[in-house]
């Protein structure tokens, strides 16, 4: 049974700093993976999907990197702001079987502050 | 604006009380799917539909029943709730369920509840 661990579980910086947040999934056999933020109490917003067979997306201040074979995925956040204060969270799709089912990890509460 | 709007956006409801989270995507998409997040736990996959069909029942209690009258619209039917049923309840949907179909999943804001 996959499972999504996200490390750190809370995280604060001061603003401008650049900062990197961890995901680890134990099976390999995955279609892709995604990062998501989400405000308290509000919906997911999809900010990275990276395909299997990639190593990297990127899209604005944010870099996102997957090494399939150890089982890592990294989200770089590149000079934080106030407004990226949000929980990141981290969930694989698997390569075979219902494909459809994603796999959650518990997110990395992250605040900056002015 | 993701496109998947659900209503209401809080909900409390007593134990014996029956009540429906509604759930509507604009996106022209095949599947949805009802998650549940509780507090301290990763998101759990309840329900998925495709093209109205239901194809995942993820060992979800009978208390909670869906209804997918159309490709658009997903309903989460609520009755005889446990408080540890609270949680933020999240519909999502995606262009379908096949490989290369089901792209990314969109997700609603959600619905609290709280169940007294």
């Known amino acids: 049974k996959q499972e999504v661990t996200q490390i750190p579980a809370a995280l604060s910086v001061p603003e401008g700093e650049n900062l990197v947040l961890n995901c680890s999934f134990t099976d390999s056999a995955i279609y892709n993976l995604q990062w998501f933020r989400q405000d308290p109490g509000k919906g997911l917003t999809s900010l990275l999907l990276?395909?299997?067979?990639?190593r990297e997306q990127t899209s604005g201040r944010l870099n996102a990197s997957l090494d399939k074979s150890s089982g890592r995925s990294t989200l770089y956040i590149a000079a934080s702001q106030p407004g990226d204060s949000a929980t990141y969270l981290c969930a694989v799709r698997p390569s075979g079987g219902s494909n459809y089912k994603l796999t959650f990890g518990k997110g990395t509460l992250l605040t900056v502050n002015p | 604006e993701t496109g998947v709007t659900q209503t209401p956006r809080h909900l409390v409801m007593g134990m014996t009380n029956k009540k429906s989270l509604k759930c509507e995507q604009h996106?022209?998409?095949?599947?949805m799917y009802w998650y549940k997040q509780s507090a301290k736990k990763p998101l759990e996959l309840m329900f998925v539909y495709s093209l109205e069909e239901r194809v995942e029942n993820n060992s979800v209690p009978s208390r909670f029943s869906p209804e997918c009258p159309n490709s658009s619209h997903l309903f989460l039917h609520l009755h005889t709730l446990q408080p540890e049923d609270s949680a933020l309840y999240l519909c999502?949907?995606?262009?379908?369920?096949?490989?290369?179909?089901?792209?990314?999943?969109?997700f609603g804001p959600g619905t609290r509840l709280t169940v007294l």
């Open positions: 999502a949907s995606s262009p379908g369920l096949g490989r290369a179909a089901v792209g990314e999943q969109f």
């Open positions: 996106l022209g998409h095949n599947a």
């Open positions: 990276i395909q299997s067979s990639q």
